[in-house]
Every structure is written in structure tokens, then in C-alpha cells.
């Protein structure tokens, strides 16, 4: 808030950043999105100290600074842990409303994040109210895939 000699005054600096890059993804990563191309299928990696298989794979566990050491096939079916419906745009999202969850496949002991779809947003609200904790998702599959997160199209209620 400006005070009367303007002391405590917030200045607002607009500005648009744009910083294209491109960078290797690993060998783990790039395995795990390999078979998002390929095969349509989600591989995990397992820790040898605490069990866990870790979605995004990924080299270490971040929980016991392991190296993982085993790739574990996952479902591309689980339930939704958490998700936000946005109301606001944001620069390379999609036009909202749209809904971004938190699903923990079935063999996986980490969630996934991705966009859900299936669910009717003329009343965000409601369908706030309706959507559950819990609810059986499945991942919706692009025809074309490139060797991306975004070859899951979306994930979807199973019901
Ligand atoms: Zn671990």
C-alpha cells in the first residue's frame, strides 16, 4: 500500500521471459520416456534400500540417496491423490478452466502429475464438490507420441 510520502510504494515491473533451451534428459529419463513412445507403457525404478518404485524414474531416491537399480513396470491405472481445478491462464497452459492431479499408479509408490479430463467444468465448483479423493483414473494415450510426459494425452475416471 503507497503511504503519503511513498515510502513503502510496491513498484510492479512487468516483463515476459522467453528462454527456449533444449538438453540431454539422462539415461534413466530417457528410457522411461522411450517406453511413453514406444510401448505406451510406464516404467518406475526401484530403490534397492527402501523398496519404493519412483515415478518419473529416476537414477537416485531421493528419500535415501540411493541409486535406484531395477526397472519396474507400472499400470498406467491408479487413483487420484490430490487435484487443483485452475481458474486462471497462464502462459503455455492450456485456456482454463482445467484440472492438474496428482495420481498414484497402481506398483508405484510416488505419484504422477498430469492433467485429468472427463469431468464437466461449466460449474467449477461443483465439480470441486463432486470429484473425489481416490477416484479410478487411466491414462488416455496420444495416437502420435514423441518421447514425452505430454504422450499421455490426459488421465481420465475410469468410470
Ligand atoms: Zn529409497
Redesign the pocket.
Known amino acids: 500500500m503507497a503511504t503519503k510520502d511513498n515510502k513503502d510504494e510496491y513498484i510492479i515491473v512487468e516483463q515476459t521471459w522467453n528462454v527456449p533451451f533444449r538438453h540431454y534428459a539422462g539415461e534413466i529419463t530417457s528410457r522411461y520416456l522411450k517406453e511413453f513412445r514406444d510401448n505406451k507403457k510406464i516404467m518406475g525404478r526401484r530403490?534397492p534400500?527402501?523398496k519404493?518404485v519412483l515415478i518419473p524414474a529416476r537414477k537416485n531416491?531421493e528419500?535415501?540417496f540411493?541409486e535406484t537399480d531395477e526397472w519396474i513396470e507400472v499400470n498406467d491405472e491408479g487413483k487420484l491423490v490430490t487435484f487443483s481445478i485452475n481458474c486462471i491462464k497462464y502462459v503455455g497452459m492450456p485456456d482454463p478452466p482445467y484440472i492438474m492431479g496428482l495420481i498414484r499408479l497402481d506398483g508405484a509408490d510416488t505419484d504422477i502429475l498430469h492433467y485429468i479430463k472427463g469431468i464437466d467444468l461449466s460449474d467449477v465448483d461443483k465439480a470441486g464438490r463432486e470429484l473425489k479423493i481416490g477416484t479410478r483414473m487411466k491414462a488416455v494415450w496420444k495416437e502420435v507420441r514423441v518421447g514425452n510426459v505430454t504422450d499421455i494425452d490426459y488421465f481420465m475416471p475410469t468410470v
Open positions: 530403490c534400500k527402501c519404493r531416491c528419500r535415501c540411493t
